[in-house]
T-cell receptor, first 112, second 113 residues
Framework: NAGVTQTPKFRVLKTGQSMTLLCAQDMNHEYMYWYRQDPGMGLRLIHYSVGEGTTAKGEVPDGYNVSRLKKQNFLLGLESAAPSQTSVYFC???????????FGPGTRLTVL | KQEVTQIPAALSVPEGENLVLNCSFTDSAIYNLQWFRQDPGKGLTSLLLIQSSQREQTSGRLNASLDKSSGRSTLYIAASQPGDSATYLCAVVSGAGSYQLTFGKGTKLSVIP
């Protein structure tokens, strides 16, 4: 039981490049979330999903897209990376809403 | 909009001391409150979850309390150890729909041997 895993762990992009971050969970959870963590800002919600095939915007969604084609996977895409997207990205999941969320190890992204 | 504040931002204590970390939130209509631990360069580890109907939760040397009416929670750590050194994050779920966590900025704890 691996819990929540994230791929890749580290990535460096140039401004304008695109990439996809993958989150996978093996706990059969319905809800999945993408957060970003920045110094002095705390963690903030980017997008979330309440089940397979659903996505919704969180607090800071601009510049990101997401997809949840399979229940166990939640993908976060950056179409045209900007230096302001340099951050640590965390994925989380929960069995349903309003209960304990479990976090992945994070992806450290640097945009030059 | 829900806001979560953690005081102090940093705390240094000698090994063996009991300590309290504080968390306050502006909107008392919460579903639950969760305490996390984060080690440098690592992810978040869930420590305790308190549902809105509960007053406290305990796990080993950790005890978390919740006072919804005053918008406060405390995390009590007994007999602190150097291995407890980490950043402790408080987060609340306060909205239906997304059930997103709103985080505080954390308290960085250092336990000195």
């Amino acid at each position: 039981n691996a819990g929540v895993t994230q791929t890749p762990k580290f990535r460096v992009l140039k401004t304008g490049q695109s990439m996809t971050l993958l989150c996978a969970q093996d706990m059969n959870h319905e809800y999945m979330y993408w957060y970003r963590q920045d110094p002095g800002m705390g963690l903030r919600l980017i997008h979330y999903s309440v089940g397979e095939g659903t996505t919704a915007k969180g607090e800071v969604p601009d510049g990101y897209n997401v997809s949840r084609l399979k229940k166990q996977n939640f993908l976060l895409g950056l179409e045209s990376a900007a230096p302001s997207q340099t951050s640590v990205y965390f994925c989380a999941s929960s069995r349903t809403g309003g209960i304990e969320q479990f976090f992945g190890p994070g992806t450290r992204l640097t945009v030059l | 909009k829900q806001e979560v504040t953690q005081i102090p931002a940093a705390l240094s204590v000698p090994e063996g001391e009991n300590l309290v970390l504080n968390c306050s939130f502006t909107d008392s209509a919460i579903y639950n409150l969760q305490w996390f631990r984060q080690d440098p360069g690592k992810g978040l580890t869930s420590l305790l979850l308190i549902q809105s109907s509960q007053r406290e939760q305990t796990s080993g040397r950790l005890n978390a309390s919740l006072d919804k009416s005053s918008g406060r929670s405390t995390l009590y750590i007994a007999a602190s150890q150097p291995g407890d050194s980490a950043t402790y994050l408080c987060a609340v779920v306060s909205g239906a729909g997304s059930y997103q966590l709103t985080f505080g900025k954390g308290t960085k704890l250092s336990v000195i041997p």
